[in-house]
């Protein structure tokens, strides 16, 4: 069956950089599975952080556009997010989605906090 790992959260200072991992199997892993991340904060819905669809094309939320980047290894099955200039309310819970063959599919995520 999909599944999704995800690894890399952790406390950071304001300003710094993480990169997050979603290792992914149970699927063929492509350029044609659309990978994405959310994120959670407390209290608040889940929302679209960044995406990368089938052809490469990358979506953001304008929240973090010129500070994340979202990109794929499909030889390792692995989609990435790497977080630049993190700011005290990039904090929440980052989950790894995958929309295969019509269903969303998602990891258990992983906990950033940016806090000095």
């Known amino acids: 069956q999909v599944q999704l790992v995800e690894s890399g959260g952790g406390l950071v200072q304001p300003g710094g950089s993480l990169r997050l991992s979603c290792a992914a199997s149970?699927?063929?892993?492509?350029?044609?599975?659309?990978m994405s991340w959310y994120r959670q904060a407390p209290g608040n819905q889940r929302e679209l952080v960044a995406i990368?669809?089938?052809?490469?094309?990358?979506g953001y939320a304008d929240s973090v556009k010129g500070r994340f980047t979202i990109s794929r290894d499909n030889a390792k099955s692995a989609v990435y997010l790497q977080m630049n200039s993190l700011k005290p309310e990039d904090t929440a819970v980052y989950y790894c989605?995958?929309?295969?063959?019509?269903?969303?599919?998602w990891g258990k995520g992983t906990l950033v906090t940016v806090s000095s």
């Open positions: 989605n995958a929309f295969v063959n019509a269903m969303h599919y």
């Open positions: 149970g699927f063929t892993f492509s350029n044609y599975v659309t």
């Open positions: 990368i669809r089938s052809g490469g094309a990358t």
